[in-house]
């Protein structure tokens, strides 16, 4: 997959990790999406290098949904953990 397809994944599993994850979050819309870019980054990342599970080169590729997701979620939490304090 290219760059390009890698962050339409994050985007989308930003949205989804936002839905699985519900409630206010500091950034707001913009931090949530950039936080599912670099959420589909490191979860494949992660996945390739401890896992043992290559990414594959296609979009449609459940493992990689999985690891995007996963990472996102992630990122999400820690993102809430770290700057949760600012929210109204």
């Known amino acids: 997959m290219g ?3 890698w962050i339409v994944l994050g985007l989308l599993a930003g949205a989804i990790a936002k839905i699985l994850l ?3 979050d500091p950034g707001g819309l913009i931090g949530t999406t950039l936080i599912g870019i670099a959420g589909a980054f490191t979860g494949g ?8 599970r ?10 990689t949904w999985g690891a ?11 993102y809430r953990l770290l700057f949760g304090s600012s929210r109204d």
Request: glycine fraction near 8%; proline fraction near 6%.
């Open 22 to 24: 519900p409630g206010r």
């Open 54 to 63: 290559p990414i594959q080169n296609q979009f449609f590729d459940l493992a």
């Open 45 to 52: 990342w992660l996945s390739a290098k401890f896992l043992d």
């Open 68 to 78: 995007a997701i996963g990472g996102s979620l992630v990122l999400l939490i820690a």
């Open 3 to 5: 760059i390009i397809s």
